[in-house]
């Protein structure tokens, strides 16, 4: 398949916003997950820390037999927790692929609005400064041809070529803002064809 050099360039602008994303990302993520799991193991050392004084205590305060019930059904409820917490777990890894490709997906459209935007103001821009520059040639041949120079006020080119450049200016604005009228592309009339009998 041939590509165009457009899309050459696309794929390597994308993938360069790709790499300055994931570079950019890569710190604040990393980090997240380093402070997470320094959190939940910090947690769980102080728990089985607990769990160990706790069990110590029932041991000595009920007795073998019931401390040891009791720490069973401790196990129990906290196994259930884990388990919970395992399935909101996964649940989340599961979501990862789905919310890389919004992300991606976004990114991907803003990019196009940027793009759009640049070129539509780049068009913009280069339609008012054409105007404004044809206005200013107009307005200095203008002068040099009537011979308009009034040395003693020291007005002379310079001053209608900023005039002639503002007034092209202000009919380009003027003209590039107004609403645009369609007109309506009919198809070529088909020729009626009539069947003789």
């Known amino acids: 398949m041939v ?17 300055l994303a994931a570079v950019f990302l890569a710190g604040p993520v990393a980090g997240m997950v380093a402070v997470v799991f320094f959190t ?15 069990g110590l205590f029932q041991l000595i305060t009920v007795g073998p037999q019931a ?22 777990s996964g649940r989340v890894l599961a979501s990862l692929p789905r919310m890389w490709t919004k992300i991606r997906d976004g990114a991907v459209r803003s990019a196009r609005f940027a793009g ?39 007005i002379g080119i310079p001053f209608y070529a900023l005039f002639g450049a503002v007034l092209a200016g202000v009919v380009a604005i003027v003209l ?20 003789k009998t």
């Open 116 to 154: 759009r935007t640049v070129r539509a103001s780049a068009r913009f821009g280069g339609e008012i400064s054409l105007m404004a520059l044809t206005g200013a040639a107009i307005a200095v041949t203008l002068g040099a041809v009537a011979g308009e120079e009034d040395p003693a006020a020291g």
């Open 67 to 88: 401390a040891w019930e009791r720490v069973r059904h401790l196990g129990f409820g906290l196994g259930r927790i884990l388990v919970q917490v395992g399935g909101w």
């Open 176 to 195: 590039a803002l107004r609403p645009k009228h369609r007109v309506a592309r009919f198809p070529s009339p088909r020729p009626i064809l009539v069947r």
């Open 3 to 19: 590509q165009t050099s457009a899309a050459v360039v696309r794929k390597i602008i994308l993938l360069a916003l790709l790499g």
């Open 40 to 54: 939940v193991s910090l947690v769980m050392a102080f728990a089985f820390v607990g769990l160990l004084i706790w």
